[in-house]
T-cell receptor, first 112, second 113 residues
């Protein structure tokens, strides 16, 4: 079945550590996105990528980094520079600029 | 600039009664509009989308939405609520940059037995 796989589902991090969240899609979509969701809020865009080897900052990119070396993969690194990283992270992909987003099941990051 | 406003943060209805979740948008051009549903600790699933075809859009699970340009609204409705409809619903509009989407803050739908 085609879809988006995020891992891990739950992740705990000590302050000062970098962590990487995985996102893999087999939908052959060009565009991929990372969102952050906090309780009671909508989704906020961290980074997005339209094609391989290219990505753009979203509204809250500070403290995060991404790479897009392969079409199917768009990992997100939460760095120690992100002051409040505890959140639910969602990865999505999209077939084109007018199409809908397809989402993974999300990764919940907790900083201890 | 594009924007989207979901007019209610919470909506509570009894099982079997109609559902109305309200969404107003602002766009300087003809937008694409979407409704997504999110169950607790899950990813988001597309309910329906409007992309300048028919103004009444039918989606999954008996939901539908009507695009009203004069009112800049895209309200989500369902004739009869089911317990499984309890979730958070997001209204989304395409941004000025077509690869970006503007998200509403969400409406939590509560179903009373």
């Amino acid at each position: 079945d085609g879809g988006i796989t995020q891992s891990p589902k739950y992740l705990f991090r000590k302050e000062g550590q970098n962590v990487t969240l995985s996102c893999e899609q087999n939908l052959n979509h060009d565009a991929m996105y990372w969102y952050r969701q906090d309780p009671g809020q909508g989704l906020r865009l961290i980074y997005y990528s339209q094609i391989v080897n290219d990505f753009q900052k979203g509204d809250i990119a500070e403290g995060y980094s991404v790479s897009r070396e392969k079409k199917e993969s768009f990992p997100l690194t939460v760095t120690s520079a992100q002051k409040n990283p505890t959140a639910f992270y969602l990865c999505a992909s999209r077939v084109g600029y007018a199409g809908e987003l397809f989402f993974g099941e999300g990764s919940r990051l907790t900083v201890l | 600039a594009q924007s989207v406003t979901q007019l209610d943060s919470h909506v509570s209805v009894s099982e079997g009664t109609p559902v109305l979740l309200r969404c107003n948008y602002s766009s300087s051009y003809s937008p694409s509009l979407f409704w997504y549903v999110q169950h607790p600790n899950k990813g988001l699933q597309l309910l329906l989308k409007y992309t300048s075809a028919a103004t009444l859009v039918k989606g999954i699970n008996g939901f539908e939405a009507e695009f009203k340009k004069s009112e800049t609204s895209f309200h989500l409705t369902k004739p009869s609520a089911h317990m499984s409809d309890a979730a958070e619903y997001f209204c989304v509009v395409s941004g000025a940059s077509n690869y970006q989407l503007i998200w509403g803050a969400g409406t939590k739908l509560i179903i009373k037995p």
